[in-house]
Nanobody, 113 residues
C-alpha cells in the first residue's frame, strides 16, 4: 500500500519559517518527480514547487526565493522549506508523486499577521 505522509505544518507568525516533510512508504520517491501543491480555503489547489529525480527544482513564480524544495532519497523523503511566511501562505499543503500519481493527505499551515 502506497502512502505519502506530510508533516511539519503548524501555526506561525508572519515572517516565520516552517519545513514540511513528505515521507513515502510503498513507493520509491527516487523514481518520482515530486511536487508540492497547496489549497487555501475557498480556492483551487495550486502548484507550489516541483523537484525532479535529478534534483532540479522549479517554483510558482511568486514563491521563488522564499520556498525551497529538496529531497533525501535515502530517507525516501522530500522537503519544502518555507521562509518569510505571509498570511496568504495559509493553506493545506500536499505532496504529489507525479510519476506514479499518488497524493498525500496534506498538512495545515497557518500564518498569522
Amino acid at each position: 500500500q502506497v502512502q505519502l505522509v506530510e508533516s511539519g505544518g503548524g501555526s506561525v507568525q508572519a515572517g516565520g519559517s516552517l519545513r514540511l516533510s513528505c515521507t513515502a512508504s510503498g513507493i520509491n520517491l527516487a523514481d518520482n518527480t515530486m511536487n508540492w501543491y497547496r489549497q487555501a480555503p475557498g480556492k483551487q489547489r495550486e502548484f507550489v514547487a516541483i523537484i525532479t529525480t535529478d534534483g532540479s527544482t522549479s517554483y510558482q513564480t511568486s514563491l521563488t526565493g522564499r520556498f525551497t524544495a529538496s529531497r533525501d532519497n535515502a530517507k525516501n523523503t522530500v522537503y519544502l522549506q518555507m521562509n518569510s511566511l505571509k498570511p496568504e501562505d495559509t493553506a493545506v499543503y500536499y505532496c504529489y508523486a507525479s510519476t506514479s500519481n499518488y497524493w498525500g493527505r496534506g498538512t495545515q499551515v497557518t500564518v498569522s499577521s
